[in-house]
Nanobody, 125 residues
Framework: QVQLVESGGGLVQAGGSLRLSCAVS????????MGWFRQAPGKEREFGAA???????HYTNSVKGRFTISRDNAKNTVYLQMNSLKPEDTAVYYC???????????????????WGRGTQVTVSS
């Protein structure tokens, strides 16, 4: 019913930038809390950034100041602008959607009912 498709991943040198996109097939996208998570090899999936229905944002400390999450409700798309990339940012990045529009625990994976299949981001040193 709700489908998410990430794009924009790739290989970039340290210090470079990438912009990830997540296209959401849902008629009520504007009422969803959206998030970005990532999973590096051998590590658990971790929260990166989230955005509320009204545009409030929340970031994990490791990406704060470097990454920016945004959304375009007219296009049913959420973005993750990643600047000053570091090798430790290398991971599969997942887009997630929460049909619960409440701005509560946006960094908790369990609140997100729908997930994309991920896009690989590799940052070389």
């Amino acid at each position: 019913q709700v489908q998410l498709v990430e794009s924009g991943g790739g290989l970039v040198q340290a210090g470079g930038s990438l912009r990830l996109s997540c296209a959401v097939s849902a008629r009520t996208f504007s009422s969803y809390v959206m998030g970005w998570f990532r999973q590096a090899p051998g590590k658990e999936r971790e929260f990166g950034a989230a955005i509320s229905t009204s545009g409030s944002t929340h970031y994990t400390n490791s990406v704060k100041g470097r990454f920016t999450i945004s959304r375009d409700n007219a296009k049913n798309t959420v973005y993750l602008q990643m600047n000053s990339l570091k090798p430790e940012d290398t991971a599969v990045y997942y887009c997630a959607a929460s049909t619960d529009e409440l701005w509560f625990q946006p960094d908790t994976a369990a609140r997100y009912a729908y997930w994309g299949r991920g896009t690989q981001v590799t940052v070389s040193s």
